[in-house]
């Protein structure tokens, strides 16, 4: 007679999830544990910690991920994945991210203290720099795992100070340097992420479960405005190479024609550099991002072509024009999770009574990247309001309990045997 699913230990979640949410503690709330910051290496002690307490085989990889992992009797056999990323934006909130962490890592120790059969092991895995604050674009521990971009590219960027992904990188790794280093990338038989929706399509649904089929498609742009510096007092306004006006002009046609374009595009300028940003001089450089997002890949290619052609057209609308370069930064097309493991996560939420729904994630998570190089899937929980990247983020402990229930009862079956395609003895 198969053992019964374990039930998690939803005090310990609770309890660690607040813990870990005191890392980068801000006085509104919400947390500031941006990427390779001290903050983000206190998260990795507190992990490395809580993954001993569960017998859990800690481990690195050069790209800054971390690794917790539950032994299975087939070592060989490729690990299934489970997990998400620790670090938030510079005011997000305590659930973004470290909700999944807390919730593979619950069930990792759930697991292991069951007499459930595991052929495979169970690797809790946390992404480094999922959010791209301080370094972006971000999501790029999940991007070097899966081969999207390489290790040598992340560790060229550089945040506003100067400060190299490199330089961040190995002041992390030089801080556990008995932490064993595993190679980066594959194997991976399965990677399953629990986390916050970020919208308010389950709370508006009094729904407890969503089944995420993928996620919406997404491009980032980086225009550079470049003009010249003049005199605010004595420059005449038809001489002037302004990049500010030249930026408002853009914006302003960004927003009409393409904020605007339909009622579900997502279309933000959430950075803006002026230089050299000083009240008496006329702006010479601007530096804008443009975060743009749609579900039909169609429409986000012709939306992204009309945001180069409205930069490029606003750049000369003047009597002394500017110059502009657009850069394409990220281009990450609508992808489908897997359908086998969405049934197993619908299946899991009814066996506990618990309602779901199947729900298209408008956010982007590390899963997107690990979808091109195994079998993928999330468990969206509700948040307060769909609130997000915001200090008043919130879950309740009975949200993140049910969906890390699924989680665990998702993962059970799946390490019982080294085939995905076997259903569980
Ligand atoms: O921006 C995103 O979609 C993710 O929450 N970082
Ligand atoms: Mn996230
Ligand atoms: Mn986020």
Redesign the pocket.
């Known amino acids: 007679m198969r053992a019964a699913l374990p039930a998690i230990d939803a005090a310990r979640l609770w309890r660690r999830t607040l813990a870990l949410a005191e890392i980068g503690a801000l006085p509104a709330g919400g947390v500031n544990r941006q990427a390779l910051s001290d903050a983000d290496i206190a998260a990795w002690r507190q992990m490395l910690q809580w993954g001993a307490e569960a017998g859990l085989e800690p481990a690195c990889d050069l790209a800054g991920n971390l690794f917790l992992t539950l032994p299975g009797r087939d070592r060989t056999a490729a690990p299934v994945l489970a997990g998400s990323h620790l670090d938030s934006?510079p005011t997000g909130g305590k659930f973004?991210g470290a909700a999944g962490v807390m919730a593979a890592l619950e069930a990792a120790a759930t697991l292991a203290a069951s007499p459930l059969p595991r052929a495979r092991d169970l690797t809790v895995v946390a992404w480094m720099n999922?959010?791209?604050s301080r370094f972006a674009p971000?999501?790029m521990g999940s991007e070097a795992f899966a081969g999207v971009r390489s290790l040598a590219a992340i560790r060229a960027v550089r945040d506003a100070a100067g400060c190299s992904v490199a330089d961040a990188l190995d002041r992390l790794l030089a801080t556990f340097p008995a932490l064993p280093r595993r190679p980066l990338g594959p194997p991976a038989a399965a990677f399953l992420e629990l986390h916050i929706e970020?919208g308010p399509l389950l709370e508006a649904a009094a729904t407890q479960i969503g089944v995420v089929t993928g996620i919406q498609g997404?491009y980032t742009y980086e225009v550079e405005i470049t003009g010249a510096e003049g005199h605010a007092g004595t420059l005449d306004m038809a001489e002037r190479r302004d990049a500010l006006a030249a930026f408002t002009r853009m914006a302003a046609q960004l927003y009409a024609q393409v904020g605007g374009a339909d009622a579900i595009v997502k279309f933000t300028i959430g950075r803006l550099l002026v230089a050299p940003n000083a009240p008496s001089v006329v702006p010479a450089r601007v530096t804008f991002r443009i975060?743009l997002?749609h579900p039909d890949a169609a429409t986000l290619a012709r939306l992204g072509a009309r945001c180069e052609a409205i930069c490029t057209e606003q750049a000369a609308q003047q009597a002394a024009p500017c110059a502009v370069a657009v850069t394409r930064l990220v281009d990450a097309p609508p992808n489908d999770f897997d359908v086998g493991l969405r049934t197993r996560i619908a299946a899991a939420a009814a066996g506990r009574g618990l309602s779901s729904m199947p729900i298209l994630s408008?956010?982007?998570?590390d899963a997107r990247h690990l979808a091109t190089m195994c079998p993928t899937a999330m468990i969206f929980i509700p948040c307060r309001d769909g609130v997000?990247?915001a200090e008043h983020e919130y879950t309740s402990p009975e949200q993140l309990a049910a969906g890390t229930q699924v989680l665990s009862d998702v993962l059970a079956p799946l390490l019982a045997t080294t085939s995905l395609e076997d259903p569980a003895p």
């Open positions: 934006q973004d999922e959010e791209g971000g999501m970020q997404k975060d997002r408008a956010a982007g998570h997000s990247h």
